[in-house]
């Protein structure tokens, strides 16, 4: 299977407790998104990386949330001090686009992994 | 800023009955649009997408068309099966110079097929 994985698939802590998740986008992929779903919702971007520059951040992603990408290839996700409102799905995907720069005008089209379930109790 | 507002669900059809789920956006310019279903237990897939006005996507008997008069994306099929059952989430990516594809989602629409 070449298709985006996301480890662990759940996650159960206590509040206080940090938490990291790991995604591995699909190979030639240079793109590389997280996003978060809670229930009963659509999800909700919260960063971006091109190759391992991170260029966006949503302001979704409080000062606890720290994201990398150190070669290009695997991200994590890790959330300090968790809390109870910090109980979602993390949702990771990954595209391909040409061009080094995200000047360029277009849109690429992303391939969602599983996820990870994190309940923060 | 981006937004993208859905039918809200669930929808109940009867196998072999007519689907349609509305989605309207608004956004700056003219995004890519993409319709989502995630299956139960299963992560997001890429059901169909459209990237100009008037463009029609299709895949597995849905369709949807790009419609930047009424900035609607309705996804459709003739005749649903059981095993369309799943949330279906409709999204649009903007196409700024200088801005990530990053996507905008609906709430998400629950389809229920029922024998």
């Known amino acids: 299977d070449t298709g985006v994985s996301q480890n662990p698939r759940h996650k159960i802590t206590k509040r206080g407790q940090n938490v990291t998740f790991r995604c591995d986008p699909i190979?030639?992929?240079?793109?590389l998104y997280w996003y978060r779903q809670t229930l009963g919702q659509g999800p909700e971007f919260l960063t971006y990386f091109q190759n391992e520059a991170q260029l966006e951040k949503s302001r979704l992603l409080s000062d606890r949330f720290s994201a990398e990408r150190p070669k290009g290839s695997f991200s994590t996700l890790e959330i300090q001090r968790t809390e109870q409102g910090d109980s979602a799905m993390y949702l990771c995907?990954?595209?391909?686009?040409?061009?080094?720069?995200?000047?360029?005008?277009?849109?690429?089209?992303?391939?969602f992994g599983p996820g990870t379930r994190l309940t923060v109790l | 800023g981006d937004s993208v507002t859905q039918m809200e669900g669930p929808v109940t059809l009867s196998e072999e009955a007519f689907l349609t789920i509305n989605c309207t956006y608004t956004?700056?310019?003219?995004?890519?649009l993409f319709w989502y279903v995630q299956y139960p237990g299963e992560g997001l897939q890429l059901l169909l997408k459209?990237?100009?006005?008037?463009d029609k996507g299709s895949n597995k008997g849905f369709e949807a068309t790009y419609r930047k008069e009424t900035t609607s994306f309705h996804l459709e099929k003739g005749s649903v099966q059981v095993s369309d059952s799943a949330v279906y989430f409709c999204?649009?990516?903007?196409?700024?110079?200088?801005?990530?594809?990053?996507?905008?989602f609906g709430t998400g629409t629950r389809l229920q097929v029922t024998l």
């Open positions: 995907a990954s595209s391909f686009r040409q061009g080094s720069s995200q000047g360029l005008a277009g849109t690429d089209t992303q391939y």
């Open positions: 190979s030639e992929h240079n793109r």
């Open positions: 999204a649009l990516s903007p196409r700024r110079a200088g801005t990530a594809s990053k996507l905008t």
């Open positions: 459209a990237t100009k006005a008037d």
């Open positions: 956004a700056t310019g003219y995004p890519s």
